[in-house]
């Protein structure tokens, strides 16, 4: 039995085993939204694959993003990181005041020439990551107190959280807790987690503040609203009835994949609530639960690589992204079992978005590209000294 559980353990932490949650999810998906697609697509085009032909191609150039990342020397990564942070920050601001208005919220830029729009949000997340990352490896010890970490690390968060907030409040919450997170992991001073803490606190105050001034840029009223409904609204908003009602249709079986009656109910079945519809039709154990499990799968392999990484960045890297995709997606499920706000979160790898699900696919290949390098290096050190020399090594060339 001990040797059964070794062998899990030791296949959970391979790439391999990431790889087939990669071609899992993306499995998933295909089935997922083509099913709550479908009589929407029909509808609108007298075709029942319209959704799906769409999102099909994404779902390839997923798999290849993947791919290419995880051939990438993951220390590539931190020299592009400040880059990465600048051109986030600039395509924020842009989208912040030329950004295209969709659901009351510029949180989308228009490519030009092209019908394709992005939003930069999500390039944001896994730039500000690798940012985050990148500092705590190579000033380990000068962020000891608030002070030092003020300009290279918590100020560079506050900054990009702020930015996105206006637009998209729940993706910047979200990915300030995955910072506060990785900060933890990087063992930053007490003082300054709670710091960057109380920075996070006045910026959402002084958001608040400008709202009066800029209803129309900082969706103030909306998030009131969302958490008005959440909080005195017993049974929650029509979204969360109709998806409480698909779950609980589902039964502990589900009614089969294709054979939902609530996908043309759900709002938006195939983003923010596709998970209601995967418990309706796939069942709660194999689906609701299977989702779940899948989830935790990825964040215990990026634990994985924290204890086994000789290099700082590498394992703060790999953390970091799986914090981010792992806490969306269960933003993503509470949302759906009305645990908290509805947030607008799509459900990483699974929910129709071609922007988010590139971005996904990048950090997944991020993270795949870690874990090889860890298993090269198993292969090829002898001693756990040549493997902490490697990680001195790492900290001083970033």
């Given at each position: 039995m001990e040797s059964i559980i070794l062998n899990l353990k030791d296949s959970i932490k391979s790439d391999r085993f990431l790889w087939s949650l990669v071609f899992i999810l993306t499995f998933c998906s295909l089935l997922a939204v083509y099913s709550t697609s479908a009589s929407l697509?029909?509808?609108?085009?007298?075709?029942?694959?319209?959704?799906?032909?769409?999102?099909?191609?994404?779902?390839?150039?997923?798999?290849?993003?993947?791919?290419?990342?995880?051939k990438m020397d993951y220390l590539e990564f931190s020299k592009w990181a400040p880059v990465m942070l600048l051109i986030a920050v600039i395509l924020q601001i842009w989208?912040?005041?030329?950004?295209?208005?969709?659901?009351?919220?510029?949180?989308?830029?228009?490519?030009?020439?092209?019908?394709?729009?992005?939003?930069?949000?999500?390039?944001?997340?896994?730039a500000l990551i690798c940012y985050v990352a990148r500092s705590l490896s190579a000033k380990q010890d000068q962020i000891k107190s608030f002070k030092n970490a003020f300009l290279p690390l918590l100020l560079p968060i506050v900054v990009m959280c702020g930015l996105i907030a206006p637009a998209n409040f729940s993706t910047a919450a979200l990915l300030f807790i995955c910072c506060l997170l990785m900060l933890f992991v990087g063992r930053v001073s007490l003082v300054s987690?709670?710091?960057?803490?109380?920075?996070?606190?006045?910026?959402?105050?002084?958001?608040?503040?400008?709202?009066?001034?800029?209803?129309?840029?900082?969706?103030?009223?909306?998030?009131?609203?969302?958490?008005?409904?959440?909080?005195?609204?017993e049974d929650g908003g029509h979204q969360i009835q109709q998806a409480k009602i698909a779950i609980a249709n589902g039964g502990w079986f589900g009614q089969s994949p294709g054979n939902s009656a609530l996908r043309n109910f759900v709002p938006y079945a195939w983003a923010d609530f596709?998970?209601?519809?995967?418990?309706?039709?796939?069942?709660?154990?194999?689906?609701?639960?299977?989702?779940i499990v899948l989830y935790l799968m990825l964040l215990i392999h990026c634990v994985s690589i924290v204890t086994k990484s000789p290099k700082a960045f590498g394992?703060?890297?790999?953390?970091?992204?799986?914090?981010?995709?792992?806490?969306?997606?269960?933003?993503?499920?509470?949302?759906?079992?009305?645990?908290?706000?509805?947030?607008?979160?799509?459900?990483?790898?699974?929910?129709?978005?071609?922007?988010?699900?590139?971005?996904?696919?990048?950090?997944?290949?991020m993270i795949i590209s870690v874990s090889k390098n860890l298993k090269d290096l198993s292969l090829g050190s002898d001693s756990n000294e040549e493997l902490s020399l490697s990680k001195n090594e790492d900290e001083s060339s970033n």
């Amino acid at each position: 039995m001990e040797s059964i559980i070794l062998n899990l353990k030791d296949s959970i932490k391979s790439d391999r085993f990431l790889w087939s949650l990669v071609f899992i999810l993306t499995f998933c998906s295909l089935l997922a939204v083509y099913s709550t697609s479908a009589s929407l697509t029909k509808f609108n085009s007298d075709t029942t694959v319209f959704f799906l032909l769409k999102h099909v191609p994404f779902l390839i150039m997923g798999l290849f993003v993947t791919w290419l990342f995880s051939k990438m020397d993951y220390l590539e990564f931190s020299k592009w990181a400040p880059v990465m942070l600048l051109i986030a920050v600039i395509l924020q601001i842009w989208a912040l005041f030329f950004g295209v208005n969709i659901n009351e919220a510029k949180r989308w830029i228009q490519v030009p020439f092209l019908d394709i729009s992005f939003q930069p949000s999500d390039f944001a997340k896994i730039a500000l990551i690798c940012y985050v990352a990148r500092s705590l490896s190579a000033k380990q010890d000068q962020i000891k107190s608030f002070k030092n970490a003020f300009l290279p690390l918590l100020l560079p968060i506050v900054v990009m959280c702020g930015l996105i907030a206006p637009a998209n409040f729940s993706t910047a919450a979200l990915l300030f807790i995955c910072c506060l997170l990785m900060l933890f992991v990087g063992r930053v001073s007490l003082v300054s987690i709670l710091g960057l803490i109380g920075l996070g606190l006045l910026t959402f105050g002084f958001l608040i503040y400008l709202s009066e001034y800029f209803p129309n840029a900082i969706r103030s009223a909306t998030w009131a609203n969302r958490l008005t409904e959440f909080l005195h609204s017993e049974d929650g908003g029509h979204q969360i009835q109709q998806a409480k009602i698909a779950i609980a249709n589902g039964g502990w079986f589900g009614q089969s994949p294709g054979n939902s009656a609530l996908r043309n109910f759900v709002p938006y079945a195939w983003a923010d609530f596709i998970y209601a519809i995967i418990c309706e039709e796939w069942g709660i154990i194999i689906g609701g639960l299977g989702i779940i499990v899948l989830y935790l799968m990825l964040l215990i392999h990026c634990v994985s690589i924290v204890t086994k990484s000789p290099k700082a960045f590498g394992a703060l890297l790999a953390i970091g992204l799986g914090f981010n995709i792992v806490i969306h997606a269960f933003a993503n499920i509470a949302v759906s079992l009305d645990l908290v706000p509805v947030t607008g979160v799509n459900l990483p790898m699974i929910s129709k978005g071609g922007t988010s699900l590139l971005i996904t696919s990048a950090a997944l290949g991020m993270i795949i590209s870690v874990s090889k390098n860890l298993k090269d290096l198993s292969l090829g050190s002898d001693s756990n000294e040549e493997l902490s020399l490697s990680k001195n090594e790492d900290e001083s060339s970033n």
